[in-house]
Nanobody
């Protein structure tokens, strides 16, 4: 099992930027795709972005394309989510998760078996 710890959340004004980090310990993350999800108040947790084991492939939900960038540093066992041009609707708890597979073939939540505790992102208007 891998332990995931997110950091970097906070309060930012609309149009601002944040960089989330997900630090892993235990099982290496280098063999698996990684993802970011978010859950806004009163809503279900949703997919945000994912990156393949090598970093060569990425996927994003439509609402963040062009604004968010997922990346990874396998040597540091860390995954990042750079968020630019933030909007109030990006307000949520952001979770990092490890996929069961190395590529981006399966991105439903049931295909992620390890989750962090989340970090809160608040975007004010």
């Amino acid at each position: 099992q891998v332990q995931l710890v997110e950091s970097g959340g906070g309060l930012v004004q609309a149009g601002g930027s944040l960089r989330l980090s997900c630090a892993a310990s235990g099982r290496p993350i280098s063999l698996y795709a990684m993802g970011w999800f978010r859950q806004a108040p009163g809503k279900e947790r949703e997919f945000v972005a994912a990156i393949s084991w090598s970093g060569g492939s990425t996927a994003y939900t439509d609402s963040v394309k062009g604004r968010f960038t997922i990346s990874r540093d396998n040597a540091k066992k860390t995954v990042y989510l750079n968020m630019n041009s933030l909007k109030p609707e990006d307000t949520a708890v952001y979770y990092c998760a490890q996929n069961l597979y190395p590529h981006l073939s399966w991105l439903e939540q049931k295909h992620f078996d390890s989750w962090g505790q989340g970090t809160q992102v608040n975007v004010s208007s």
